[in-house]
């Protein structure tokens, strides 16, 4: 199923590939982590796709279950660097229609009134846009922590049991 019009997250990737994307976390075995921009919350990532591809149904079952293992190795890092209540994961594509996955960390000390409510209530504008002096050490912390939980796996990993 091709996409019809080139996505931001068609640009993003390709800024990606060209080294222009500033939010880059890591090349992943299926595409690239990315941290979020804004930060909604502290270690928001996204996961793109390389190739770019309309919705996690159109890759082929090996590429599926490679880009949500590495979803959640970018939940993992996160969860021990921040040691955060928990991980959402979305995957939604309905305004940018190409696959790409949302990390959210959720904490303990967010507002009880948004506590329990998807992140998208959040004033968006209110949070700190991406800034390598602000992010930089954030972005390498989570680099290192994928990168070793990356050399953790092995090929019996894919496995079921």
């Not at 921040?82 to 995957?91: D, M, T, W």
């Not at 959210?104 to 992140?119: G, S, V």
């Amino acid at each position: 199923m091709e996409i019809d019009r080139p996505t931001e997250i068609h640009r993003r990737v390709e800024n990606l590939k060209l080294g222009l994307y500033k939010p880059f976390i890591m090349r992943m075995p299926s595409g690239w982590a990315v941290l979020g921009d804004p930060q909604i919350t502290r270690g928001y990532c996204l996961l793109y796709p390389d190739p770019v591809v309309p919705h996690l149904n159109c890759l082929p079952k090996n590429m599926r279950n490679i880009f949500l293992n590495d979803m959640t190795i970018i939940g993992d890092a996160i969860l021990k660097i921040f040691n955060c209540a928990r991980i959402n994961y979305e995957i939604l594509g309905n305004l940018e229609p190409a696959l790409h996955a949302h990390i959210i960390p959720r904490y303990h000390d967010e507002p009880e009134e948004l506590k329990a409510k998807p992140i998208w209530f959040y004033d968006w504008s209110k949070a700190a846009s991406f800034s390598m002096d602000i992010h930089g050490s954030l972005l390498g912390d989570i680099r290192t922590e994928i990168t070793n939980n990356l050399h953790n796996i092995s090929s019996t990993d894919f496995l079921a049991p």
